[in-house]
């Protein structure tokens, strides 16, 4: 197993950094790491949704949403080798912040050489989406 974390303070609401990591279809709008979404539900994601992300620089993964709740979410994506874990949840600081926590993890037989080869990359992703979706939950939050 191998496993990428980041988590950022953001000055917002926990249900308003709740609502844009769960709008994936608007990622692309806020998140560098994004370069397109693929959707084909509407409302609000549902468990055993499955959704296609492409990224600069990697090929399109198609995810499989397991688990929604009003805290985040998390999805997983299987390619050759590896299975790929994203969880993005908020936790409520109480004092007007939220502490958001991205994590991606890899497992299976190819993770660790993934990771090894791709950990730079996963990590920029990771700082990247953090700083996106802190600036756009305090620009949603006035």
Do not use: C
């Not at 609502?19 to 959707?39: F, I």
């Not at 791709?118 to 979706?133: C, D, M, N, P, V």
């Amino acid at each position: 197993m191998t496993e990428f974390s980041r988590a950022v303070s953001v000055r917002a609401p926990a249900a308003e950094v709740v609502r844009l990591m769960q709008a994936v279809q608007s990622w692309p709008s806020w998140n560098a790491a994004v370069s397109r979404v693929d959707r084909g539900a509407t409302g609000p994601l549902t468990v055993g949704e499955k959704v296609t992300v492409k990224q600069p620089r990697l090929p399109a993964a198609t995810w499989t949403v397991t688990a929604v709740q009003p805290s985040g979410f998390s999805w997983t994506s299987t390619s050759l080798g590896v299975r790929s874990t994203g969880d993005h949840w908020a936790q409520d600081t109480g004092d007007g912040r939220t502490t958001a926590t991205l994590t991606l993890t890899l497992t299976g037989p190819l993770a660790w050489p993934t990771g090894l080869l791709l950990a730079r990359l996963i990590r920029r992703y990771l700082r990247l989406e953090a700083e996106g979706l802190r600036t756009a939950a305090q620009r949603s939050a006035g």
